[in-house]
């Protein structure tokens, strides 16, 4: 008798493909279900609902360590460019390291006037 885990318990372990640009080319990436876990201090190995979400979380960062990990090829590969967690580890801070928190933006009401009261 066999057993189907639900989607979100699935531990498939491949790399989640996504895609870079180069001038005008598309080149193929995919990012390993370690350097994911790593990213996100998951416990190994995670389902494929917590890598993904991994993987949306740290996107910026995922992307920038793939065009730098391409800049360090000198050359456009024939096959996929996979990411592993020392590649995620090397981005420098101001090429892609996210920000945790929120957008600063304007507080909607000034906070130093005091608001008008109406009777």
Not at 30 to 37: N, P, Q, T, Y
Not at 47 to 75: M, P, W, Y
């Amino acid at each position: 008798m066999t057993s189907t885990l639900p989607t979100s318990e699935q531990t498939e372990t491949g790399p989640i493909p996504f895609e870079i640009t180069a001038g005008t080319r598309r080149i193929s990436c995919g990012v390993s279900a370690e350097a994911l876990d790593a990213a996100a201090g998951l416990r190994s190995p995670s389902t494929e609902a917590a890598r993904r979400q991994s993987f949306n979380r740290f996107r910026v960062l995922i992307h920038a360590a793939a065009k730098l990990k391409l800049d360090r090829c000198g050359k456009i590969p024939d096959g996929m460019i996979i990411l592993g967690s020392d590649d995620l580890r090397h981005v420098p801070a101001e090429k892609g390291m996210p920000i945790f928190g929120g957008i600063p933006r304007k507080p909607a009401v000034s906070l130093s006037e005091p608001s008008p009261v109406t009777a």
